[in-house]
C-alpha cells in the first residue's frame, strides 16, 4: 500500500478509535468538513493532498506526538510524483527541528534529481543555523555542498563557513582541521560573514599558538576593516550596507582585528613594533555611534589597548612599567589572564620576581575560569590558563620550587590533552629533559585539574 494511502488509513482507523467522524473531526481542527472529505474519500482523480499544517491539526485531536505521522507523510510531499515546496518547506524544518534524521534523509533522497530545490534548503539551512539542531543543519548543508555545481558561489563559501562554526569544539586538533578545511573558501564571503570567519580563525590560531599563520589571517583581517570602515582621516570608498547581520559593532571588528595582529607580533618576539598596533585602535570614538553599547566596546577597547602596550614593552625588558602594569590588571580584572602571562613570560625572560603579584591575583584568577560561559570564548580562556601554567612552571623551576614547577607542568599537561592542543605538548615535552630525575623526589601527584576548572 502506498504511503499516501497508509496514511489516511491510519488517521481514519484512530477517528473511529475515538468516536469521530467528519463533522466532529473538523470541529476540533478547524478544517472544513468538505477539505476533509476531499483528503480522505477517493474521487475520479483521486484523493486531495493534505497540507503540512493539516496534518499538524489532525496530529494534535488526536492526541499523538507532533512528529507521530511523519514517516507515512513524507509520500505526501511528493503527491502526485512531484516534489512540493508548500509541503516540503515546513516538513523539512520541523524534521529539523524535532531531531528527525530519518525522515529528512528520505526527503534528501528524493530530491537529489531536482537542483532546483537546492536554493529552498539553502534558505532553511539558513534560518535554523543558530539553533539547537546542529547534526541535521549540518547534513543540510552537506547534501547542498554534494549537490551545487557552482563551487565559487557565494553560497558554496557560506555552507563551508556554516559547517565551519558547527564543528567546532574544544579539540584543539580537530577545531584546526576544520579551519584548514573552511580557509580556502573564505575568499567568496560576504564580507559582514567574513569578518566573523576571520575573527574566529584568529581566536583559534591564537590558542593554539600558529603565530605564523596568525600574523597573515590578521593582516587579512585589518585590510578588511579598513575596506569596509576606512579610517578616522578617510571614510571608506563606500557605505557598507550588510545583507547579514553584524555579530559585532565595526568599532570591535576593528579593535580585534589590530589586537590579533598584536598577539601575533608578541608570539613572535616583534614587541616593539607589537606595542604599537596599540594606537591603532585605543580610541575609536570615531566608528561609533551615540548607542551605549557601541561606547562601551570603544572604551573596552581603549582598556585593552593600555593593557596590551604596557605587556609588550614588558616583555621587551621595560620592567618600570611593571606597577602600572599592576595597577590596570587590578582595576580590569577581566585582563588578568592574559596580564599574567605577559608578566610571567618577562621575569622569565629577564630573571625578576614576581611573586608578590601572583599571590595576589590567584583568587580572582580561579573565579574567571569558572565563569566562562561562552563555548568559544570559554576554549580560548582554557588555552591562555595552559599557557599561563607552562610559564609558571618555568618561573617556579627558575626559582628553585621544583615540586610547584611539576604541579604546574602537570596541570597545563592535563589541560592541554583536554584541548588537544599539539603546540603546548611540544612545549611541556621540552620540559622533560630539565626536569628528568627529579619528579620522583618532589612527592608529587597528579592534580585532577576539572576542581580547578
Known amino acids: ?214 600574523e597573515r589571517i590578521a593582516d587579512e583581517f585589518v585590510s578588511l576593516c579598513l575596506r569596509l570602515f576606512g579610517t578616522r582621516r578617510h571614510p571608506p570608498a563606500r557605505t557598507f550596507n550588510p545583507a547579514y547581520p553584524l555579530g559585532c559593532t565595526p568599532a570591535a571588528y576593528y579593535g580585534y582585528s589590530h589586537m590579533l595582529k598584536q598577539a601575533a607580533l608578541c608570539d613572535l618576539g616583534r614587541f616593539r613594533e607589537a606595542a604599537s598596533c596599540s594606537d591603532r585602535y585605543e580610541n575609536l570614538s570615531w566608528l561609533s555611534q551615540k548607542e551605549n553599547r557601541e561606547q562601551s566596546v570603544v572604551r573596552e577597547l581603549g582598556v585593552y589597548a593600555k593593557a596590551n602596550r604596557l605587556g609588550c614593552r614588558l616583555m621587551n625588558g621595560e620592567r618600570n612599567v611593571l606597577p602600572d602594569y599592576i595597577r590596570l590588571l587590578e582595576e580590569h580584572p577581566e585582563e588578568i589572564v592574559p596580564g599574567l602571562i605577559a608578566m610571567v613570560e618577562a621575569a622569565n625572560r629577564f630573571g625578576f620576581s614576581v611573586d608578590e603579584w601572583l599571590n595576589r591575583f590567584s583568587p580572582e584568577l580561579r573565579e574567571l575560569l569558572q565563569h566562562r560561559a561562552d563555548r568559544k570564548r570559554r576554549q580560548l580562556d582554557r588555552n591562555r590558563f595552559a599557557r599561563l601554567l607552562y610559564q609558571l612552571s618555568v618561573y617556579h623551576w627558575n626559582r628553585g620550587r621544583k615540586g610547584e614547577a611539576h604541579r604546574r607542568a602537570l596541570e597545563s599537561w592535563e589541560l592541554s590533552r583536554k584541548l588537544n592542543n599539539n603546540r603546548m605538548f611540544r612545549l611541556l615535552a621540552s620540559l622533560t629533559t630539565t626536569y628528568s630525575g627529579t619528579a620522583g623526589t618532589t612527592g608529587l601527584r597528579e592534580v585532577d585539574y576539572g576542581k580547578i576548572v
Not at 477517528?15 to 473538523?26: C, D, I, P
Not at 507532533?66 to 518547506?89: A, K, M, Q, T, V
Not at 526527503?107 to 541535521?136: C, G, H, M, S, W
Open 1 to 214: 500500500m502506498q504511503n499516501f494511502i497508509l496514511l489516511r488509513s491510519v488517521i481514519q482507523r484512530n477517528m473511529r478509535r475515538l468516536g469521530y467522524n467528519f463533522s466532529g473531526l473538523s470541529e476540533k481542527t478547524g478544517i472544513s468538513r468538505g477539505t476533509l472529505s476531499g483528503i480522505f474519500v477517493r474521487r475520479a482523480d483521486g484523493f486531495a493532498p493534505l497540507s503540512f499544517d493539516q496534518l499538524t491539526r489532525i496530529t494534535t485531536a488526536l492526541g499523538f506526538p507532533e512528529d507521530f505521522f511523519y514517516p507515512l507523510y513524507i509520500e505526501e510531499c511528493f503527491f502526485g510524483g512531484r516534489p512540493n515546496r508548500s509541503r516540503i518547506e515546513p516538513f523539512v524544518e520541523s524534521c529539523i527541528r524535532l531531531g528527525r534524521p530519518d525522515a529528512l534523509e528520505q526527503v534528501l533522497n528524493r530530491l537529489e534529481d531536482e537542483p532546483r530545490y537546492l536554493p529552498l534548503l539553502f534558505e532553511i539551512a539558513e534560518r535554523r543555523q543558530e539553533e539547537e539542531t546542529k547534526p541535521q543543519t549540518e547534513r543540510l548543508y552537506e547534501y547542498i555542498l554534494i549537490h551545487n555545481r557552482d563551487r565559487h558561489s557565494a553560497e558554496t563559501a557560506i555552507c563551508h563557513y556554516r559547517l565551519f562554526m558547527l564543528r567546532l569544539g574544544e579539540d584543539g586538533e580537530r577545531n584546526l582541521k576544520a579551519l584548514n578545511a573552511f580557509s580556502p573558501y573564505r575568499v567568496n564571503l560576504p564580507a559582514e560573514l567574513k569578518l566573523d570567519a576571520l575573527l574566529v580563525m584568529g581566536c583559534l590560531l591564537y590558542g593554539l599558538m600558529e603565530s605564523e599563520e596568525l
